[in-house]
């Protein structure tokens, strides 16, 4: 299968007082052309900053470091802030969490959605207002017209998001970032905006770099699945693979808390323990004192991903050896 995005090694950094903190960790994954990556680990484990890395909008002060961030075999990695920015919205766009941070409040949403048209592709006044209609109805959003005119804070927050879904995909570009766009949603608006965005998916023949914390979204829309612990990779599986049989510890456990939260419900998805700060991080394995199976290695030593077959990689001193380690449960 063709990549359409490859990151190798990526290392990002944020500066501190006495030194620099490391929140992404030698993290390297692809996604492929027409395919919907999903990035999945708890809160503070990483995911937002390395999507940030790949789309070159963390602030200055933070450094990027990789051994390549190849888009279509070109290294985006390298390029200025102007190139970034020509990629965004064209190649590349972004989809976050609340729409109400990313849509400005003070234009209207016609006005938000024909300067993205006009910056990238501009067709005159009449063919851009057109364009705009278009996508909208694409988005099943009903009387258009009256959304051109509207204000970000008069719609409802399943409206913004279908908005933000037609800002991102105008100019049809090949990569999606959606960065938990459906966790402020209430559950069926969820569904619904998860599966107008796996239809327009193909339609537009987009690939979707997916990240959540929710193992039932990933179920739902995923092809692959990254997992992400401490600003690591974890493990890499595509969605059978990881549903049938969870290799990583802090993957069981992410499953574990998922099959509880739908058994009783009200009870919190929880692995014992919480993800290790930045300044904090433990000896060895990041994900040992979390850890059933931690032995003396695992304190001591940081494991390094190893590939298990093609299309499946792991970074777990017990995990071999898939027997090593018990079925969760
Ligand atoms: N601007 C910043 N300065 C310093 N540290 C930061 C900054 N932004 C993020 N971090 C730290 O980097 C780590 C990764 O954060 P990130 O936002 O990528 O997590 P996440 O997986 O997206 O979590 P969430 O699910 O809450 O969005 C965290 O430890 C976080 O505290
Ligand atoms: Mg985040």
């Given amino acids: 299968m063709d990549k359409l995005l490859q990151v190798e090694h990526l290392n990002t950094y944020f500066p501190i007082h006495d030194g620099r903190l490391h929140a992404v960790c030698d993290v390297s994954f692809h996604v492929n052309k027409g395919e919907l990556l999903a990035i999945v680990g708890e809160s503070g484990c990483g995911k937002s900053v390395t999507a940030l890395s790949v789309i070159g909008l963390l602030p200055h002060r933070c450094k990027v470091e990789s051994e390549g961030i190849f888009f279509e075999g070109s290294d985006i990695g390298g390029y200025s802030h102007s190139q970034m920015r020509r990629m965004r919205g064209k190649e590349i766009s972004m989809i976050f969490q609340e729409p109400l941070t990313s849509l400005n409040p003070l234009f209207t949403i016609g006005f938000q959605l024909m300067e993205t048209i006009r910056l990238h592709d501009d067709s005159g006044r009449e063919k851009n207002r057109e364009k705009a209609l278009e996508i909208l109805r694409k988005v099943e959003i009903a009387r258009p017209e009256a959304i051109l005119r509207s204000f970000p804070n008069e719609l409802s927050g399943g409206m913004r998001?279908?908005?933000?879904?037609?800002?991102?995909?105008?100019?049809?570009?090949?990569?999606?970032?959606?960065?938990?766009?459906?966790?402020?949603l209430d559950v069926t608006?969820?569904?619904?905006?998860?599966?107008?965005?796996?239809?327009?998916?193909?339609?537009?023949?987009?690939?979707?770099?997916?990240?959540?914390?929710?193992?039932?979204?990933?179920?739902?829309?995923?092809?692959?699945?990254?997992v992400m612990y401490a600003g690591q990779v974890v493990e890499e599986a595509t969605v059978e693979e990881l549903f049938r049989e969870p290799m990583h510890p802090y993957t069981q456990g992410l499953m574990n808390s998922t099959i509880r939260i739908d058994q009783e419900e009200g009870m919190l998805p929880t692995i014992d323990g919480v993800v290790p700060t930045l300044a904090e991080m433990p000896d060895g394995c990041r994900f040992h004192p979390r850890c059933p199976h931690a032995k003396a290695l695992c304190r001591s030593e940081s494991p390094d991903?190893?590939?298990?077959?093609?299309?499946?990689?792991?970074r777990c001193h017990m995990c071999g050896g898939v027997a090593a380690l018990p079925a969760p449960g």
């Fill in 161 to 184: 998001q279908r908005v933000m879904i037609a800002i991102a995909l105008v100019n049809h570009p090949k990569l999606i970032i959606a960065d938990e766009p459906t966790t402020a």
């Fill in 189 to 226: 608006i969820q569904a619904q905006i998860l599966a107008l965005m796996k239809h327009l998916m193909a339609e537009y023949r987009t690939s979707i770099m997916f990240i959540t914390h929710d193992l039932g979204v990933v179920a739902e829309v995923a092809d692959r699945v990254l």
């Fill in 305 to 314: 991903v190893r590939s298990l077959g093609a299309r499946r990689r792991v």
